[in-house]
């Protein structure tokens, strides 16, 4: 098993920037691909960004690219997501999750996941 905690969400105004961070813990060395996904009130889980286990293979999505920065430290058994140019629409709950096997942003693939954290963005 892998355990995912989040931490690093808050309240900020439109333009700021946060930096989330997932620390794993148990059988990390099981796992692969870590990404971020995201969950807005009322809305379906959405894909953010994902990296490979050497972060050396990253994907975003469209609405994040360029503004979103997705890293890991294996030595720390961590991963982080760098969120720039922060907007309302940014606003809900990210969760991290790892998967066995290379980066997707197909949210059945992953295998493990945080309890989230909450993220607002306000205008």
């Known amino acids: 098993q892998v355990q995912l905690v989040e931490s690093g969400g808050g309240l900020v105004q439109a333009g700021a920037s946060l930096r989330l961070s997932c620390a794993a813990s148990g059988r990390t060395y099981s796992t692969g691909a870590m990404g971020w996904f995201r969950r807005a009130p009322g809305k379906d889980y959405e894909f953010v960004a994902a990296?490979?286990?050497?972060?050396?293979?990253?994907h975003y999505a469209n609405s994040v690219r360029g503004r979103f920065s997705i890293s890991r430290d294996n030595a720390k058994n961590t991963m982080y997501l760098e969120m720039n140019s922060l907007k309302p629409e940014d606003t809900a709950v990210y969760y991290c999750?790892?998967?066995?096997?290379?980066?997707?942003?197909?949210?059945?693939?992953?295998?493990?996941w945080g309890q989230g954290t909450q993220v607002t963005v306000s205008s």
């Open positions: 999750a790892a998967s066995l096997g290379p980066p997707t942003a197909i949210r059945a693939r992953y295998s493990y």
């Open positions: 990296t490979a286990r050497l972060g050396n293979n990253t």
